[in-house]
């Protein structure tokens, strides 16, 4: 059976669904996901028969809501489709109610105050444009979920409200452009995936990785990424056949699955997808993810998506592909080939260019997290400032316009903004910038700041709502304009002169970009608890309020829900680092000076031997093993300290400024331990055991 054959194949697509569905049904279902209209309760328990009897067909007996709570995982209740009847026998329904809306418990999710833990109702509610799919022989309906009193406590809700936020003042700007035709805009994503995979028996032999997901130890083995001889190298037959049952799980649940190879780090990878709407492109990342895990472990492999496994080598992030298109397939951040669809294309783009820089802040915040901490400024991922990379003829493009100037084209033309005098923009004569945070890569934006295990549903809801919020403006000032060239022209000229400063074509990882970034008043936010206080600044919390993304409430939630959770992270790290120390590295190092003692008196008792070698290990060992105890046990004070610190945001700046530098000195005794002592007397594998693990 061909790829053709069985893609999507246990997906309740549009395919399956005009094949199944009455016209009449089918016409008012394809009205809801072209301009998200209500569907009535008549068409829903069509659906839902239809829906419930193609499940069964495929040997499910259950169905659940597939949701994604602000756990940052996806989260399912199973039920069956039975019903008994008064004579004993049983027979599968499954209405229309049932569809539309679940009640799961919701008492154990994160909620951030938004309810009470002994408040356990909450409720879903499908999204009827991402299609349901069988799952492990269950029926799995992507859908929100929010509190019994409305509240989103998802991530999906906010960016389903983006998502309208954005179509909505997409088309006014459309319609002054003449295209009345377009009827609905949507946001297109295609996340690239990097990630780890480590052989199972490994990877059980060493606790950080059970319950942090990184190594919090380890010492660089003598080979690492120095030759580059991993990145996009001859893939090992071991992860080939991984990659092969990856792809045909991914391909028949209908996720776009298209680019696999080596990434630079050893046993490091990527999957990237194919570009489709962004909720759909958030679920398909999230079964992505999940899959990923499950077949890895077929394999005898652990998937690790943690964005920094291990020390000295890359992390492994997420790169956001972002785009506008219209539901006439046009990508509004293609350049065109007429001077109306250029002028077009330069108010989209400004609009991108003056979110970033306005909300910059808030883009920081979207993809921040314990982990992300670790990979981002290392020289190996964007840095935590952000800015925009548009390729060195794209900017001398807008600083013409922005002077009036000619551009140095063939055509010599002076570069003013209207829809008869544009002339067509070069394409493709770019090079990429692999240390832009955010990059113009053609057509689309790269946003290459997210966090590998992140969900892409947060930085996605944020973009969406600084663009939407940008292109409101935009269009209250052309809507009102008399002429609409000039004023065009003029909006676009202010724009360009008043954020140029995020345009950054050079390198991100040169330290003198953090000091012209400095002059440029771009913010550096380089932790956690450096950038999530942004989230409650007036500005930020009146742009999600006014386009209905997060109520204030829901802000405030999301804010307290951010810091509880970098702080349930590091502890987590902290107690696994207490634990590792004391029970299993003090006690294998005072092994291994031991029988270094007994070789020294046994060679002092032989007679003129050379000592040094003994001598000096036992001492250097010693002096590292009494530092190393002195700090887990000021580590363990720490944690017992920072219990007592009732606010969630005091707390997270209390680990990021007194326990996470302690924890870095630990680690660097450990590992300058684990470089002298026997391999037989350490007692974790190795780095060296871990990256080289799969062969």
Request: proline share 4%; with cysteine; aromatic share 8%.
């Amino acid at each position: 059976m061909t790829i053709t054959d069985y893609f999507g194949c246990d997906v309740f697509s549009e395919k399956v669904m005009k094949e199944r569905l009455p016209e009449e049904a089918f016409k008012e279902l394809e009205r809801t996901l072209e301009t998200g209209h209500r569907l009535n309760i008549d068409v829903a328990n069509i659906i839902a028969n239809a829906m419930k009897d193609w499940a069964i067909e495929k040997g499910a007996t259950h169905y659940t809501h597939w949701f994604q709570p602000l756990t940052g995982i996806t989260a399912e209740k199973h039920d069956s489709f039975i019903t008994s009847k008064k004579d004993g026998r049983v027979i599968m329904e499954f209405s229309g109610k049932e569809l539309i809306q679940g009640e799961p418990d919701a008492s154990s999710f994160p909620s951030g105050g938004l309810r009470a833990t002994f408040e356990a109702r909450g409720y879903t509610a499908w999204d009827p444009t991402s299609f349901a799919f069988i799952k492990d022989g269950v029926l799995c309906i992507p859908t929100a979920f929010c509190s019994y009193g409305g509240e989103a406590l998802d991530k999906k809700t906010p960016l389903l409200r983006s998502m309208e936020a954005i179509n909505k003042q997409t088309l006014r700007i459309l319609k002054l452009f003449g295209h009345d035709e377009v009827v609905s805009v949507k946001t297109t994503v295609g996340p690239e995936q990097e990630y780890f995979l480590v052989d199972s028996n490994v990877f059980n032999k060493r606790k950080d990785l059970v319950y942090t997901g990184r190594t919090l130890f380890g010492a660089m083995p003598p080979k690492g990424q120095e030759l580059d001889d991993h990145y996009f190298g001859a893939i090992k037959p071991r992860v080939q056949a991984f990659m092969k049952d990856l792809d045909e799980e991914l391909w028949r649940l209908g996720v776009l699955a298209k680019t696999e190879h080596n990434e630079a780090a050893p046993a490091q990878h990527e999957l990237a997808p194919i570009f489709t709407t962004t909720n759909i492109a958030t679920d398909h990342n999230q079964i992505t993810m999940e899959t990923m895990q499950k077949c890895a472990k077929k394999h005898g492999m652990i998937c690790l998506l943690h964005e920094k496994p291990f020390a000295g080598v890359n992390g492994s992030g997420k790169h956001n592909n972002w785009s506008i298109s219209t539901n006439t397939n046009v990508n509004l951040l293609e350049p065109g080939e007429t001077p109306a669809e250029n002028a077009q294309f330069l108010l989209f783009l400004c609009a991108v260019i003056k979110a970033v820089d306005d909300y910059q802040d808030l883009l920081r915040i979207s993809i921040a997290s314990a982990g992300n901490d670790h990979r981002l400024g290392a020289q190996e991922a964007p840095p935590a400032i952000v800015s925009m990379f548009l390729g060195e003829e794209l900017t001398e493009i807008l600083e013409s316009i922005e002077k009036d100037e000619d551009y140095d084209n063939k055509e010599k033309e002076v570069l003013k903004v209207g829809v008869h005098v544009l002339p067509r923009f070069p394409k493709d004569t770019t090079d990429r910038n692999r240390t832009s945070p955010f990059a113009f890569t053609g057509n689309k934006f790269e946003f290459r700041m997210l966090g590998s295990s992140a969900s892409v549903a947060g930085p996605n809801t944020t973009l969406n709502t600084a663009v939407a919020d940008v292109l409101s403006d935009f269009a209250d000032e052309l809507e009102n304009a008399e002429n609409f060239e000039s004023a065009l022209h003029k909006l676009i000229k202010r724009v360009i002169k008043n954020h140029k400063r995020i345009i950054f074509n050079g390198n991100g990882y040169d330290d003198a970009w953090v000091e012209e970034a400095q002059k440029r008043g771009l913010l550096n936010l380089r932790t956690t608890p450096d950038c999530l206080p942004y989230m409650l600044h007036d500005k930020n919390v009146e742009l999600y309020k006014r386009h209905k993304v997060y109520s204030e409430a829901e802000i405030k939630a999301h804010y307290e829900i951010k810091n509880e959770k970098y702080c349930k992270y590091l502890n987590i790290e902290v107690l696994t680092m207490i634990e590792m120390t004391k029970k299993d590295i003090l006690p294998c190092v005072s092994r291994n000076i031991h029988e270094l003692a007994d070789t020294l008196i046994a060679k002092r008792t032989i007679g003129d031997i050379d000592t040094t070698y003994e001598e000096n290990l036992v001492k250097t060992l010693s002096v590292l093993s009494a530092k190393a105890f002195d700090d887990v046990t000021a580590l363990g004070e720490l944690s017992k300290e920072v219990k007592a610190i009732e606010e969630s945001d005091a707390a997270a700046m209390f680990y990021k400024n007194r326990i996470i530098p302690l924890m870095n000195t630990l680690r660097e005794s450990v590992d300058t331990m684990e470089s002298l002592c026997s391999s037989e007397h350490w007692c974790y594998p190795s780095y060296g055991d871990l990256l080289f693990s799969v062969r």
